[in-house]
């Protein structure tokens, strides 16, 4: 079979404030994410159905946070905590799943490809 990478992106608004060495007051972005998946097409010849992940981006993910405050289920609530939180909630019902890109801005990205 032949191997393919796809990859589905889906954005939100939320809030974040960060303690410490990054130490900033409450403010918002919005983050913008890709999940790419990775592995062999079926035989109708597609890897996974985008409506499918399109629908978890939606009803899943963007719904709890969209508007939400990060730090309420973040104790750190950076791009890379929430490239892991994203990549562990979609790896769980998605396990095609390669990595997930998470953006604050759209100079900066962090990428999170699973433990290795």
């Given amino acids: 079979m032949s ?3 796809l990859t589905q992106a889906g954005s939100f608004r939320a809030m974040h404030s960060h303690d410490g060495t990054l130490a900033e007051p409450l403010h918002e972005h919005l983050f913008r994410y890709e999940a790419t998946f990775y592995g062999d097409i079926n035989e109708e010849r597609f890897l996974v159905d985008f409506r499918q992940i399109s629908n978890m981006f939606k009803t899943e993910l963007e719904k709890m946070l969209n508007g ?3 730090t309420t289920f973040l104790p750190f609530p950076t791009a890379e905590s929430l490239a892991i939180w994203l990549y562990d909630r979609i790896k769980a019902k998605m396990p095609k799943l390669y990595c997930v890109k998470v953006a604050e801005s759209e100079d900066r990205w962090v990428e ?3 433990e290795e």
Wanted: charged fraction near 35%; charge should be positive.
């Fill in 68 to 70: 939400s405050d990060l």
């Fill in 112 to 114: 999170y490809r699973g």
């Fill in 3 to 5: 191997k393919v990478f």
